[in-house]
């Protein structure tokens, strides 16, 4: 108890070492106990036996949850030997309940739908954490290739997708039906395919990229032009098969002689290793074809200074005289 006659109550974290040097801390069971608050990093997914997140848990159900006289059965492992045990769940009020789960949501320990309503690792707005809504695992991130024309035949038009047609067809691919990503995800994606020059935007659009979301369908997006730095250029070393351009954009008018990428990713230095490593194994995945494989690679270095960018640039053309430089 505080002097003010409020309280500060502990479960499932270790009390600093202030309060454990007060005469008046009091332990209770959690049966009988009522919690003053509820730590967002408890609802974590993993973290309280009962709830799972993977599969999406009902705010109400939450609710319900700490309402006091919950019970749930666990399984304990002792010297080998398994054994169920009852744990019971200590009351909190709702509104510190609601409280907790929003800023869950805020720092992205759960992704919270609520009609079309979708938010992980943002503020949600008023209303959007109540009884209605779900609780889910954040999701995963999208890859690069889960962009593409082939991944997604409805998330064009005349050549061209925009961020809220991408956001639905995405949606419908990874998500349970009826729920959307959140904006934030989305635009992680296309962030890294435009800095990966996956995607570029459309030129003299009514709003720019970034933007928020209820600007989303005025944004337009294409893959680069075939020729473009980074995705659509072709090496200067190279021809015949091997040297074919990559997919050059969403419409429906791509000639057949283009090919698509199979996969697209963004790898570090290991990654780049590690791929080295397995190129024997990718290359037996496609051996009984008889088609050679062609990597096309970008190397970024933000920032980097010009005459860091020459020397780098020279190293490369040492390794490979494909390289081509890029102003």
């Known amino acids: ?71 749930e059965t666990v399984t304990q492992s002792v010297g080998g030997a398994q054994y169920e045990e009852t744990v019971p769940i200590p009351a909190c009020p709702e ?3 609601l409280n907790a789960a929003t800023a869950a949501v805020k720092v992205g320990h759960l992704w919270v ?12 707005p008023a209303g959007a954490v109540a009884k209605p809504a779900t609780l889910r695992s954040p999701p995963a991130p999208v890859p690069l290739a ?28 990874l998500t349970p039906p009826g729920v959307l990503l959140p904006w934030t995800v989305l635009c992680r994606a296309i ?67 283009v090919e698509a990428p199979v996969a697209v990713a963004r790898l570090d230095s ?3 290793v590690a791929l080295a490593d397995a190129l024997a194994d990718v290359r037996a995945a496609v051996a009984a074809y008889g088609i050679p494989l062609t990597f096309l690679v970008t190397v970024e270095a933000p920032a980097l200074p ?7 640039r020279g190293e490369l053309t040492t390794v490979a005289g494909e390289f081509a430089g890029v102003r």
């Open 191 to 257: 962030n890294d395919a435009l800095n990966s020059r996956f995607l570029e935007v459309v030129p003299d659009g009514p709003v720019p990229w970034p933007c928020e979301a209820q600007s989303a369908a005025k944004v337009e997006f294409r893959l680069p032009a075939a020729g473009a730095a980074g995705v659509g250029a072709t090496s200067s070393g190279g021809g015949g098969e091997a040297a074919k351009q990559p997919f050059s954009g969403f419409g429906e008018g791509a000639q057949a002689t």
């Open 113 to 124: 739908t609520n009609g079309p309503m979708s938010y992980c690792g943002e503020e949600p």
């Open 95 to 97: 509104a510190k309940v």
């Open 270 to 272: 290991a990654g780049l």
């Open 306 to 312: 010009p005459a860091a960018r020459q020397a780098l």
């Open 146 to 173: 889960a962009l593409t024309p082939e991944a997604l035949p409805d998330g064009r038009s005349d050549g061209v997708a925009t961020a809220l047609s991408l956001l639905t067809a995405v949606s419908a691919k």
């Open 1 to 71: 108890m505080r002097p003010d006659g409020s309280a500060r109550t502990w479960w499932h974290e270790r009390p600093d070492d202030a309060a454990l040097a007060e005469g008046n801390l009091e332990a209770v069971q959690p049966a009988h106990a009522v919690l003053e608050t509820l730590p967002a990093s408890l609802l974590q997914p993993g973290v309280l036996p009962g709830l799972n997140f993977a599969t999406g848990v009902r705010m109400a159900d939450l609710l319900a949850f700490f309402a006091g006289g919950h019970v």
